[in-house]
């Protein structure tokens, strides 16, 4: 089987170095994924990106019901490995996974049958927009259940110490994706151009690619899934721990879609134009994010996993490590997004016209990064202790308060970059305000510990 790292012993720095880099690798793959479509739907011109946007927001929606299971069965399988029971672990595990697919078969249901006045919630100006994103989120929707199958493999896998794997077949999903995209929006021989439809495909093709080989994987696993039975009886008292401790998580991953589809629709006000900028300016932005999203996964799992095993310093000590990792990485993005904003968004879209937006864009999301990162690793923290409320409540509080204040903003003299501005403005009190409460929180938990905090080195 792949080698797994020991997050239970070992220097710390390399430990979370071993375990977080194929899970950056993976997230920037999952990123990959929507980038390469975008850089060949952009020729199609903004109208097909606004389309595919549109509809994303509402694959996004996906995460949060799928999240509800993700979330407590990560947690709890890396808190029984932690304390040695295997058996344990996997039966949380298979209870996650079967939860999760249930949820997800009923959304795609949902999303085949109201596509179209899903759709109509945005008010998009022009009919052909409309009807590619009608034709988008139907082809989508088909691959909800293979997402979600990917997401929780990845999590269950990587509570294990193997972070490799997951790595591995995102990378052969990518690649995939990467030769049907052109094939399939552009046409050759006798394959016919579908434009849009064909990115849809191509997603939907690779992502199920991918479900198929997590699947072969895990019947040969030895460590966690040989205790996991997909297809067993479903157990109450399991299902019901998984739900308290995911339910924060699930409501914050719900909501904060449908209030960036409000925003969608401000923005959607400003022309088809400025939900384009929007749609690539965000997959820009998602370098940073996607990153502590990854990173977030890894101190999770590592956290979870010496808490479990009443080895609290040593989470305490992981969590400094990474919230050093996470700030360099952030002063990175932010230079990067403010002083390479232009060449980056032409990367994706030329038009004379459109450009201009998405570097005043790409410049005011940069100033948020550092404290965009933050707010991943503090939550990844909190979680990985089994405390998904804190981070929850924060997100939505701050997340739903972009709404009033881009409403605010925009009706100044700054226009469409006052909506920019209250994102970012949101990022940085959620990253500040996370990291202050995760300090006191562990000052707290150390106290069970031998040693403290400011004792230990990493």
Request: aromatic share 10%; glycine share 10%.
């Amino acid at each position: 089987m792949a080698k797994r790292v020991d997050l239970l012993q070992g220097n710390i720095m390399t430990t979370l170095v071993q375990l977080a880099l194929p899970i950056m690798g993976t997230a920037l793959i999952q990123m990959a994924y929507n980038l390469v479509d975008m850089v060949w739907i952009g020729k199609l011109g903004s109208g097909a990106v606004a389309a595919v946007g549109t509809a994303g927001l509402l694959m996004w929606l996906s995460n949060g019901f799928t999240v509800l299971s993700r979330m407590g069965g990560q947690v709890h399988t890396a808190q029984k490995l932690g304390a040695g029971d295997p058996e344990e672990a996997g039966k949380y595990a298979q209870n996650a996974i079967q939860m999760g697919a249930l949820l997800s078969i009923g959304y795609s249901a949902v999303m085949l049958i109201a596509c179209r006045p899903l759709i109509g919630f945005f008010r998009l100006n022009d009919p052909a927009v409309v009807e590619s994103a009608v034709q988008y989120l139907s082809i989508v929707s088909l691959g909800i259940l293979a997402s979600f199958l990917n997401q929780m493999f990845t999590a269950l896998i990587t509570t294990t110490g193997n972070s490799r794997t997951p790595f591995y077949f995102m990378t052969i999903g990518l690649v995939f994706n990467i030769v049907l995209d052109p094939l399939l929006i552009f046409g050759l021989g006798p394959i016919p151009s579908m434009k849009a439809a064909g990115a849809a495909w191509a997603t939907t093709i690779a992502q199920w690619l991918v479900s198929i080989l997590f699947l072969l994987y895990i019947r040969r696993d030895d460590h966690l899934f040989c205790y996991v039975r997909l297809f067993g009886k479903m157990d109450k008292e399991c299902c019901v721990s998984i739900v308290k401790l995911g339910l924060p998580s699930a409501l914050q991953n719900c909501i904060f879609p449908l209030i960036s589809m409000v925003i969608a629709r401000q923005v959607a006000s400003f022309g088809d134009a400025a939900v384009a900028v929007q749609k690539v300016g965000s997959q820009i932005e998602s370098v940073s994010w996607m990153i502590s999203d990854g990173f977030s996964v890894a101190i999770n799992s590592f956290v979870a996993q010496n808490y479990g095993a009443h080895n609290f310093s040593r989470a305490g000590r992981g969590y400094r490590a990474a919230m050093i990792s996470m700030t360099v990485w952030g002063i990175f993005c932010s230079l990067l997004l403010i002083l390479c904003g232009g060449w980056l968004f032409q990367l994706f879209i030329t038009e004379p016209d459109v450009v201009p937006m998405g570097i005043s864009y790409l410049t005011i999301l940069g100033f948020s990064q550092i404290f965009m990162c933050w707010e991943g690793v503090n939550t990844g923290a909190y979680c990985g202790f089994g405390k998904t409320l804190p981070p929850s409540i924060v997100g939505i509080v701050f997340t739903a308060a972009r709404i009033p204040a881009a409403l605010i903003l925009s009706s100044t003299s700054l226009g469409l970059d006052g909506i920019w501005w209250s994102l970012s403005i949101s990022s940085v009190c959620k990253g500040t305000l996370l990291t202050l409460l995760f300090w006191r929180f562990l000052r707290h938990k150390l106290k069970e510990a031998p040693e403290s905090l400011s004792q230990a080195t990493i």
